[in-house]
Nanobody, 118 residues
Framework: QVQLVESGGGLVQAGGSLRISCAAS????????MGWYRQAPGKQRELVAS???????NYADFVKGRFTLSRDNDKNILYLEMNGLKPEDTAVYYC????????????WGQGTQVTVSS
C-alpha cells in the first residue's frame, strides 16, 4: 500500500517561510513523479509544482521565484520550500505521486495546512 506522509505545515506571517515535506516508501518514490497541489476553501485543487523521476521540475506561475521543489532520493522525501509567503498562499497542501501520464497523480497524501496571516 502506498503511503504519502506530509509534514511541516503551520501558521506564518506574510513574507515568511515554511518548508513542507512528503515522505514515501523507497521503491515507490524513485519510480514516481512527485508534486504538490493546494486547495483553498471554496476553490479547486491546483498544481503548485511537480518533479519527474529525472528531477525536471515545473512550477505554477503564481509561485515561480518564491517556492522551490526538491527531491531527496536518498531519504525518499519531497520538499517544498516556500519563501515570500502571501495570504493567498493559505491552503491545504497535498502531496501527489505516481507514474507520469494523464492520470497523474495516482496517490495523494492527507494534506497539510499552511496558513499565512497578513
Amino acid at each position: 500500500q502506498v503511503q504519502l506522509v506530509e509534514s511541516g505545515g503551520g501558521l506564518v506571517q506574510a513574507g515568511g517561510s515554511l518548508r513542507i515535506s512528503c515522505a514515501a516508501s523507497r521503491g515507490f518514490f524513485r519510480m514516481s513523479a512527485m508534486g504538490w497541489y493546494r486547495q483553498a476553501p471554496g476553490k479547486q485543487r491546483e498544481l503548485v509544482a511537480s518533479s519527474t523521476t529525472g528531477g525536471i521540475t515545473n512550477y505554477a506561475d503564481f509561485v515561480k521565484g518564491r517556492f522551490t521543489l526538491s527531491r531527496d532520493n536518498d531519504k525518499n522525501i519531497l520538499y517544498l520550500e516556500m519563501n515570500g509567503l502571501k495570504p493567498e498562499d493559505t491552503a491545504v497542501y497535498y502531496c501527489g505521486a505516481g507514474p507520469s501520464g494523464s492520470t497523474w497523480p495516482s496517490y495523494w497524501g492527507q494534506g497539510t495546512q499552511v496558513t499565512v496571516s497578513s
